[in-house]
């Protein structure tokens, strides 16, 4: 597609549920990086994946997350037994291997209830 | 540790007067540094960047200043527009640190007609 596209747009769940959220890059861009964006804070790195190298793990804040990337392209963020403080907006981007700023998504915005 | 920080969480402009947001970090190891501008419900998008290599980087309107011994960067919009009323995050990376950014929490900016 034009753009990264990041569904859903808004989730609500449970305090304790798991929620799975999933990012779709630009074509042909190999990079992908998650952040998420909690009220009145700046962008917090979670996880960047680059190709067929071993993902960068070293955002992830609790072994409750975890994500990968199917075949280079989708990616899938998952949150286990979620907390209320995972509520945030969460943003995918990507960007090409050649460099040039990342382009995001319009996010996911998460509330735990 | 916050390594980027913008230490106005707002400011407000007359149109047509200069916006200037201020950026401080605090890694040397940054060699990167983007701004980005995001309106709310949607994701972050590229403004400008600039290399350390360099002091000034110009694109239209928009001017990123770097002054690497003094850790301080700026973006100034000359003359400024309602429709750049934002929220801008400046962010930096280094290359050996998977390239990921690192953000400020942002300057909310506001033109005012």
């Known amino acids: 597609g034009a753009g990264v596209s990041q569904s859903p747009s808004n989730k609500v769940t449970e305090k304790g549920k798991d929620v799975e959220l999933r990012c779709d890059p630009i074509?042909?861009?190999?990079?992908l990086y998650w952040y998420r964006q909690s009220l009145g804070q700046g962008l917090e790195f979670l996880i960047y994946?680059?190709?067929?190298?071993?993902?960068?793990k070293s955002g992830l804040p609790s072994d409750r997350f975890s994500a990968e990337r199917t075949g280079g392209s989708v990616s899938t963020l998952t949150i286990q037994r979620t907390q209320q403080e995972d509520s945030a907006v969460y943003l995918c981007?990507?960007?090409?291997?050649?460099?040039?700023?990342?382009?995001f998504g319009s996010g996911t915005r998460l509330t735990v209830v | 540790d916050q390594q980027v920080k913008q230490n106005s969480p707002s400011l407000s402009v007359q149109e047509g007067r200069i916006s200037i947001l201020n950026c401080d970090y605090t890694?040397?190891?940054?060699?990167?540094f983007l701004w980005y501008k995001k309106y709310p419900a949607e994701g972050p998008t590229f403004l400008i960047s600039i290399s350390s290599i360099k002091d000034k980087n110009e694109d239209g309107r928009f001017t990123v200043f770097l002054n690497k011994s003094a850790k301080h960067l700026s973006l100034h919009i000359v003359p400024s527009q309602p429709g750049d009323s934002a929220v801008y995050f400046c962010a930096a990376s280094y290359q050996g640190g998977s390239e990921k950014l690192v953000f400020g929490k942002g300057t909310k900016l506001t033109v005012n007609p």
């Open positions: 981007a990507s960007r090409h291997r050649a460099g040039g700023g990342y382009t």
């Open positions: 074509s042909g861009h190999t990079a």
């Open positions: 890694n040397s190891m940054f060699d990167y």
């Open positions: 994946f680059q190709g067929n190298s071993a993902p960068d």
